[in-house]
């Protein structure tokens, strides 16, 4: 009860005096737990560019805040770090970001910051053994497509046969020269350590290129059931013929973010006779005018057992979500689909971004390949 009450309280609006700040800092993926944030920058009233100037309170799992009273001033500038000026908050490649401004709206000014890595960590990018599948053609559909397929660890020193994870939008999973965003979900650095953890299986993870198409693609009712088709009658005996998988539907899972997670949330419902796990990152159920409630109306529960991770921020696109989220467990709940049968989380500050999903993709990660 205690942790509720301080989840609902951090989200009222301060008391507001003359110049109220509150900043709101994500950490990335590759923060380690104990370790601590700093604001430091020409603050008013404070010490100037002293780098451990101002301690960061942590308030959730990589996110960090800190409430500042301005008087006479109404901008500063400043940045992060972890306590030195060798780990300043930096960009994926591990260039260090220029001062940042903080500029005061009337009297309360909330700024909600994202960090990609830090200067002193390895610039991300691909991490194994990742083979890359050119123009693999996805019939019935028609546009090609590349497939990014990263390999577990122990994959070429044993013969061991590994559960398959599919994931969309797979430009966006492995490497942030491949991603549209600059930045990467970093399934492959977060896999590697869990793995090296013992706290999830080793898998093999197919990454697919999202299309020109890909809200048709990825919602059911339009191309979606022609894109479920792709992935269990190309896709799949394609992967299981080339690597050794483990075929059974108790192995193969499916994972995606927005309308990838919309996607995987469907063709699992659809076909509980192939997969048996799916990770549905930031959904937005009422996409493309409640497609996924009409969708849902004409179908009878999954034949077999399934579990659902569903998931959502509560900052800026995805601060919309929960109550559509909610309503969509209320149906799910109404049809009869048992209650264990989904793990509902909600990312404090998160918002609808590959930093986020990177920040938080351990979560479904373990939920899915839970040893």
């Not at 999973?173 to 600059?182: C, L, M, W, Y």
């Not at 088709?229 to 108790?250: M, Q, V, W």
Request: hydrophobic fraction near 35%; include cysteine.
């Amino acid at each position: 009860m205690v942790g509720l009450l301080k989840f609902f309280f951090l989200f009222l609006p301060l008391a507001v005096n003359a110049g109220t700040v509150e900043l709101i800092v994500n950490a990335p993926f590759n923060t380690e737990e104990k370790e601590e944030l700093y604001l430091t920058g020409n603050i008013p009233g404070h010490c100037q560019w002293q780098v451990k100037c101002l301690k960061l309170e942590k308030i959730f799992d990589k996110t960090f805040r800190k409430v500042l009273e301005l008087k006479d001033h109404n901008e500063f500038d400043f940045k992060i770090t972890r306590g030195s000026w060798e780990t300043e908050a930096a960009s994926s490649s591990g260039r260090i970001y220029p001062n940042r401004t903080i500029k005061l709206k009337e009297d309360y000014t909330k700024l909600v910051l994202n960090i990609a890595n830090w200067s002193d960590k390895k610039a991300h990018g691909v991490t194994g053994k990742l083979i890359t599948v050119k123009n693999f053609l996805p019939s019935p559909l028609k546009e090609k497509k590349t497939l990014w397929i990263w390999l577990p660890p122990s994959y070429d020193s044993s013969k061991k046969t590994y559960p398959v994870l599919y994931m969309h939008d797979g430009q966006n999973v492995f490497d942030p020269k491949t991603s549209g965003f600059g930045n990467e979900w970093s399934v492959d650095e977060v896999m590697t350590a869990l793995i090296k953890e013992k706290k999830i299986k080793e898998a093999i993870v197919v990454a697919i290129q999202s299309g020109s198409n890909r809200n048709g693609e990825y919602t059911y009712n339009r191309q979606g059931h022609l894109y479920a088709d792709f992935l269990i009658k190309t896709l799949k005996p394609y992967i299981d013929s080339n690597y050794r998988t483990k075929t059974d539907r108790k192995n193969t899972y499916l994972m995606g973010s927005s309308m990838g997670a919309l996607i995987s949330f469907t063709i699992l419902y659809k076909h509980s006779e192939v997969f048996s796990k799916a990770g549905a990152i930031s959904l937005p159920p009422f996409a493309h005018d409640d497609t996924l409630f009409k969708w849902l109306k004409k179908q009878n529960l999954p034949k077999n057992p399934v579990q659902f991770y569903i998931d959502h921020g509560t900052h800026g696109q995805d601060g919309s979500y929960l109550e559509h989220v909610h309503r969509l467990l209320r149906v799910l709940e109404k049809k009869g689909l048992p209650k264990k049968s989904i793990k509902y989380e909600v990312a404090p500050y998160a918002d609808h971004t590959e930093l986020d999903w990177a920040r938080r993709v351990e979560k479904p990660l373990l939920y899915l390949l839970s040893i």
